[in-house]
């Protein structure tokens, strides 16, 4: 089965503050995606990864930037955290050209007080 | 752009008994539909996909969903659900060649004794 790993579960951080939200892959997928999660929002898409250093802004990119140094790795940054990034952040995965079946990790809570 | 609306954003059931997701979508094109779930404390899954071909499509548990071109819709539907289907169920579409899911907000499914 395929893994996608989010380094933590739960995160506290404050205002102002750099955040670092990791995603491991173990399939060798070559696309990646960050997704924030919010109550009556669903899930709204921030990055997405299509190769090693590639990148493209999904819905709602302000506040964030991602890197993908390795093919199985993929980071969510938060530059400067803001009250308003509180949220849920999932991770997913999926592979080639047929985005037809996202793996998503289990997700990040996040809090910025 | 495409956009998803779940009409229910919570469905108390009793166990055994049927239950109906809704979702509708918008688009001036051909999509491809989804249908994710969630279940507590974990990422999301891929419960059941409509691509092209037969409009009544079915997952391993018991879900089926039909897609109604006229109506734009792809409700989702099990004849007789079970405790372990407590869960968030989204909704989700995206243009064929394309990689980005636009997902409904979700719909909370509570099953009860």
């Known amino acids: 089965d395929v893994k996608v790993t989010q380094s933590s579960r739960y995160l506290v951080k404050r205002t102002g503050e750099k955040v670092f939200l990791e995603c491991v892959q173990d399939?060798?997928?070559?696309?990646m995606f960050w997704y924030r999660q919010d109550p009556g929002l669903g899930l709204r898409l921030i990055y997405f990864?299509?190769?090693?250093?590639?990148?493209e802004k999904g819905d709602i990119p302000e506040g964030y930037s991602v890197s993908r140094e390795k093919k199985e790795r993929f980071s969510l940054i938060l530059e400067s955290a803001s009250t308003n990034q509180t949220s849920m952040y999932l991770c997913?995965?999926?592979?080639?050209?047929?985005?037809?079946?996202?793996?998503f990790g289990s997700g990040t809570q996040l809090s910025v007080l | 752009a495409q956009s998803v609306t779940q009409l229910d954003s919570q469905v108390p059931v009793f166990e055994e008994a049927p239950v109906e997701l809704r979702c509708n979508y918008s688009?001036?094109?051909?999509?491809?539909l989804f249908w994710y779930v969630q279940y507590p404390n974990q990422g999301l899954q891929l419960l059941l996909k409509?691509?092209?071909?037969?409009?009544l499509v079915e997952s391993i548990n018991g879900f089926e969903a039909e897609f109604n071109k006229s109506q734009t819709s792809f409700h989702l539907r099990k004849p007789s659900v079970h405790i372990s289907d407590t869960a968030e169920y989204f909704c989700?579409?995206?243009?064929?060649?394309?990689?980005?899911?636009?997902f409904g907000a979700g719909t909370t499914v509570t099953v009860r004794a």
């Open positions: 997913a995965s999926s592979l080639g050209r047929g985005f037809e079946k996202l793996f």
């Open positions: 399939m060798d997928h070559e696309n």
């Open positions: 990864s299509y190769d090693v250093k590639m990148k």
């Open positions: 688009s001036s094109v051909s999509v491809y």
């Open positions: 409509y691509l092209s071909g037969s409009t």
């Open positions: 989700a579409v995206r243009l064929p060649h394309d990689y980005k899911l636009s």
